[in-house]
């Protein structure tokens, strides 16, 4: 009743009680999984298998207010963990907590013929960035602090053209009146996206400067568990991807991404970076045939993805190799059926191991049923 009674208040703030000059775009979806994560182990010290239900709900309102500005505020399930809004079916029926997982103005000004947006506070990355694909960053979670945007439209996809994003956003504040290290976030992005005859591309460049991420994190106040004292991320993205029609409703698409961080192991600053040098990059190759957009539609993929254990954060993709994030080799295959309107089936199967370790490796068979409205 608080969080309806917050969102009811902060509606009339923004002044939307004005049902004229508001046009609502209510959006949502529910997500319901059965998760099976298991090793290549006989050793009765590990545990060989662990089977959950989960479920992920997501609903808001992202307000078109004017012509030149709109907002959004989402709830989700989740909770304490950074790349995750997975709600885990456990504690014997009781009610699970709802957060507040988006929160943003978008100011988008005529003058400049609505290219550019300015956005101000808490928003899904895929919307905020450039995407292709989740190996430098996990695909729930929503970025907190400002972005400027050229190219994009105000649902966050990427136009025809030029495309280029930058952006602050706060990661840790440090309550010290001595020496304050705030951690924060520093990324800028430059993309082309245009079409050849039949076939569409997209081609681009990030980089991202993790600044004063020079703490230990060890999970208990949020997750995923992380030890960077004494490491530095700077790290620099190259992806794209390529596709046409096999059909006139089966397209197929290859897309990749290539990441380095540029910081390196300094002998002239040992205690600073401890970074090994031979192990700072990251790859991800992919193929998709099929979108399933309309009802009787499929789609299949498959990844091939290696990430060495100084190349990105544990901020990448929280789903390989048993939510490690780093320091590892595998592939993952995928394919989603359209059933009816709105409504998907899918099923994953994940298959990743530790690199330059005789550790067994991580399975992991996701099945989904998703409904969006």
Request: aromatic share 12%; net charge negative; charged share 25%.
């Amino acid at each position: 009743m608080k969080k309806i009674t917050l969102l009811v208040g902060l509606a009339a703030a923004l002044g939307f009680n004005n049902a004229e000059a508001v046009d609502w775009n209510w959006k949502g979806d529910i997500r319901y999984r059965y998760e099976s994560q298991f090793k290549d182990t006989d050793s009765k010290n590990d545990e060989h298998s662990r089977d959950r239900h989960r479920l992920r709900v997501r609903l808001g309102v992202y307000p078109w207010i004017t012509e030149e500005l709109s907002a959004g505020v989402q709830l989700s399930t989740g909770g304490n963990e950074t790349t995750s809004r997975n709600e885990t079916f456990d504690d014997a029926f009781i009610a699970d907590d709802i957060w507040l997982n988006e929160a943003f103005i978008d100011y988008h000004p005529m003058f400049l013929d609505g290219q550019v947006n300015v956005l101000l506070g808490k928003r899904d990355v895929a919307k905020t960035l450039i995407m292709t694909k989740d190996l430098v960053w996990d695909s729930d979670i929503t970025l907190e602090g400002a972005t400027l945007q050229y190219g994009k439209d105000a649902d966050g996809k990427e136009k025809d053209g030029i495309n280029a994003v930058v952006g602050y956003y706060a990661m840790n504040e440090v309550n010290t009146t001595t020496d304050e290290q705030d951690a924060y976030l520093f990324a800028g992005q430059l993309a082309y996206k245009g079409e050849i005859n039949d076939f569409g591309f997209s081609l681009g460049t990030g980089y991202y400067d993790l600044v004063n991420l020079d703490y230990k994190n060890t999970g208990s106040t949020y997750k995923p568990a992380f030890d960077y004292v004494g490491k530095d991320f700077n790290i620099l993205e190259f992806f794209g991807s390529f596709g046409g029609p096999i059909t006139e409703t089966i397209p197929w698409k290859i897309y990749g991404q290539y990441a380095h961080n540029t910081a390196s192991h300094d002998s002239g600053h040992i205690e600073r970076y401890k970074i090994d040098n031979d192990k700072r990059d990251a790859y991800l190759v992919g193929l998709q045939i099929g979108n399933a957009k309309n009802p009787g539609q499929w789609s299949v993929s498959g990844e091939y993805v290696r990430i060495e254990k100084d190349a990105v954060t544990v901020l990448s993709d929280s789903d390989r190799n048993g939510g490690s994030g780093t320091d590892l080799e595998g592939f993952k295959v995928g394919a989603t059926y359209h059933l009816v309107q709105n409504m998907m089936l899918g099923a994953t199967y994940y298959n990743f191991t530790q690199m330059d370790k005789d550790d067994p490796t991580n399975h992991l068979f996701q099945a989904d049923v998703v409904v969006k409205f």
